[in-house]
T-cell receptor, first 109, second 115 residues
Framework: KQEVTQIPAALSVPEGENLVLNCSFT??????LQWFRQDPGKGLTSLLL?????REQTSGRLNASLDKSSGRSTLYIAASQPGDSATYLC????????FGGGTRLMVKP | GAVVSQHPSWVICKSGTSVKIECRSL??????MFWYRQFPKQSLMLMAT?????????EQGVEKDKFLINHASLTLSTLTVTSAHPEDSSFYIC???????????FGAGSRLTVL
């Protein structure tokens, strides 16, 4: 059974800091890994999708890496802004889509 | 913690038939339900948002007459794929939120294959 863990569960940083969110999974037989953003009371917004054959994906200030063999992915956010405050979820797609518990990020002005 | 049960996990059906997917919140009242689908090698795509007792709001490009969403109670929402065709084959997942919830709880998903 796939298990996905995200560390830290919560993070509070001052504006402008670069930060790293971590995601680990137990079964490396995956098709892809996705990072999502979730704002309070709203649905998911897809941020980055990394196929199992890829090592990283970049979009603007976001960079996600994937090390399938070690079961890890990181989401790097550069020059954080208050608007980045949200819950960030990683999800691993195998036979099922398994979500991590999320990291709640607060970026203070 | 909050649990959402989604059923069925897998379904195979013939073209032209209708398939119903259920999403139940087991230990909380789901005032809002989000339905997503994911095609192979693609991201989750939001299909529609429903609030209990109201009509669902569909995203652009999603046919409301084909994908019927019912959210008649605070613990149950259903997605019915009517007259399914092979191109509807996808992974469907629901996310439920309670009143004032900051985070959604997702079902395990339903993989639909239309022959």
């Amino acid at each position: 059974k796939q298990e996905v863990t995200q560390i830290p569960a919560a993070l509070s940083v001052p504006e402008g800091e670069n930060l790293v969110l971590n995601c680990s999974f137990t079964d490396s037989a995956i098709y892809n890994l996705q990072w999502f953003r979730q704002d309070p009371g709203k649905g998911l917004t897809s941020l980055l999708l990394i196929q199992s054959s890829q090592r990283e994906q970049t979009s603007g200030r976001l960079n996600a890496s994937l090390d399938k063999s070690s079961g890890r992915s990181t989401l790097y956010i550069a020059a954080s802004q208050p608007g980045d405050s949200a819950t960030y979820l990683c999800a691993v797609s195998g036979n099922m889509l398994t979500f991590g518990g999320g990291t709640r990020l607060m970026v203070k002005p | 913690g909050a649990v959402v049960s989604q059923h069925p996990s897998w379904v195979i059906c013939k073209s032209g038939t209708s398939v119903k997917i259920e999403c139940r919140s087991l230990d909380f009242q789901a005032t809002t339900m989000f339905w997503y689908r994911q095609f192979p090698k693609q991201s989750l795509m939001l299909m529609a948002t429903s609030n209990e007792g109201s009509k669902a709001t569909y995203e652009q490009g999603v046919e409301k007459d084909k994908f019927l969403i019912n959210h008649a109670s605070l613990t149950l929402s259903t997605l019915t794929v009517t007259s399914a065709h092979p191109e509807d084959s996808s992974f469907y997942i629901c996310g439920a939120g309670g009143s004032g919830a900051n985070v959604l709880t997702f079902g395990a998903g339903s993989r639909l294959t239309v022959l």
